[in-house]
């Protein structure tokens, strides 16, 4: 259920949403959401979850004006999810744009592991400079799906970037994980269980 990926309090908004959303899906797609799920602890704690792709007609536009701010971020967030990486594009911009809330987190780095780096740039360049404390506790309190996240923004570059950007050190997905979510090679030590003492 997409009302999973947002915390319980915003239950009845999200569920006003849905309601709105139409049902109708490109090509026509007879599958609404892939089996595929991302899960995430919240800072407050709660678990949220959400599918990997959806493949619902994008008709915010003709939603919007009868959307609560709230019930607008959360339409924003669960197109974030689109098969189409224009509409992810749009709807990313839109949460960027706003003073987001903490559940707009996993959104955010979930679309920062995927393949388009016109996504990647837009995200770092709306983050980079501003205070991202916030951002980097999330993803230190997820640290295993941030980095698996991590390792996959890597595959991307290597597969479909690196031939644009031969250094790592210069592609703006490393830039986004290391500056503005925290990423350090410690991580990995963590991960594996060593320390420094």
């Known amino acids: 259920m997409l009302t999973d990926g947002f915390p319980a309090r915003l239950y009845e908004d999200a569920a006003a949403v849905l309601s709105h959303i139409s049902r109708n899906t490109y090509h026509d797609i007879p599958i609404t959401e892939t089996g595929k799920t991302c899960t995430y602890t919240l800072p407050d704690r709660q678990t949220v979850s959400f599918p990997y792709r959806i493949y619902y007609v994008d008709t915010y536009e ?28 749009k709807h990313v911009r839109a949460i960027l744009l706003e003073d987001y809330p903490d559940w707009c987190f996993p959104y955010i780095l979930k679309l920062s592991d995927e393949y388009v780096a016109e996504i990647l740039e837009l995200i770092y360049h709306e983050m980079a400079g501003k205070n991202t404390d916030r951002m980097k506790s999330f993803c230190r309190l997820n640290m295993n799906s ?15 970037y690196r031939h644009n950007c031969f250094h790592y050190r210069d592609y703006i997905g490393r830039k986004l994980f ?18 420094n003492d």
């Open 62 to 89: 003709d939603l919007r004006s009868g959307l609560s701010w709230t019930q607008r971020m959360i339409c924003h967030a669960i197109f974030t999810r689109s098969f189409d990486g224009y509409i992810r594009e």
């Open 146 to 160: 941030f980095l698996l996240s991590h390792d996959r923004m890597i595959s991307y570059w290597n597969e479909f």
């Open 178 to 195: 290391s500056e503005c979510f925290g990423y350090t090679r410690s991580m990995e030590r963590e991960r594996k269980g060593i320390t």
